[in-house]
T-cell receptor, first 109, second 115 residues
Framework: AQRVTQPEKLLSVFKGAPVELKCNYS??????LFWYVQYSRQRLQLLLR??SRESIKGFTADLNKGETSFHLKKPFAQEEDSAMYYC???????????FGTGTSLTVIP | KAGVTQTPRYLIKTRGQQVTLSCSPI?????VSWYQQTPGQGLQFLFE???????NKGNFPGRFSGRQFSNSRSEMNVSTLELGDSALYLC??????????????FGEGSWLTVV
């Protein structure tokens, strides 16, 4: 069965410190994984997806099939990074996303 | 280009009542999905419609239903409301038959409070 786990509900880091938001998944096929972000009072929006291997706002995420992980990383956190982050797995057969429960990131000035 | 529009944005209902939420997708988008967002469960898939047909349904009771019209607008209905139905209901649209991360767009959601 498809499943996405984000073990940390809350994460606080100081400005300028590295940040890593963890995501693990369970999926029998070839996974398509994404990170979505929701800033305060804004709609959910795509941050990045693994197939594009891009860096958005300084964030990167590498798919590790051996560890079934897709952790989100940024070397130097900024105050504007404070938001709710959701890891998501796309199940193409069912045309749906499986989301983790989210991690609320707070960057302390 | 207007984004995904959901109405109403906020509503309060009483247990046992029913509610209808509306979603207007981005112009040209034919796939509409609905998700329930709660603090404890996160985002959970409700159902997905494409060309007026429900293609997939999540693990929710039959009190949750939906439909899609010929103009791709969608509605979801929850009957016999329970306190646990209080949540943010998100609609997302996609232009293609199958969603991908860069082509699914979320609305701001409808906040439902059941008292």
């Amino acid at each position: 069965a498809q499943r996405v786990t984000q073990p940390e509900k809350l994460l606080s880091v100081f400005k300028g410190a590295p940040v890593e938001l963890k995501c693990n998944y369970s999926y029998s096929g070839s996974p398509e994984l994404f990170w979505y972000v929701q800033y305060s009072r804004q709609r959910l929006q795509l941050l990045l997806r693994h197939i594009s291997r891009e860096s958005i706002k300084g964030f990167t995420a590498d798919l590790n099939k051996g560890e079934t992980s897709f952790h989100l990383k940024k070397p130097f956190a900024q105050e504007e990074d404070s938001a709710m982050y959701y890891c998501a797995l796309l199940w193409r057969t069912g045309n749906q996303f499986y989301f983790g429960t989210g991690t609320s990131l707070t960057v302390i000035p | 280009k207007a984004g995904v529009t959901q109405t109403p944005r906020y509503l309060i209902k009483t247990r046992g009542q029913q509610v209808t939420l509306s979603c207007s997708p981005i112009s040209g988008h034919r796939s509409v999905s609905w998700y329930q967002q709660t603090p404890g469960q996160g985002l959970q898939f409700l159902f997905e419609y494409f060309s007026e047909t429900q293609r997939n349904k999540g693990n929710f009771p039959g009190r949750f239903s939906g439909r899609q019209f010929s103009n791709s607008r969608s509605e979801m209905n929850v009957s016999t409301l329970e306190l646990g139905d209080s949540a943010l209901y998100l609609c997302a649209s996609s232009p293609v038959g199958q969603p991908s991360g860069n082509t699914i767009y979320f609305g701001e959601g409808s906040w439902l409070t059941v008292v």
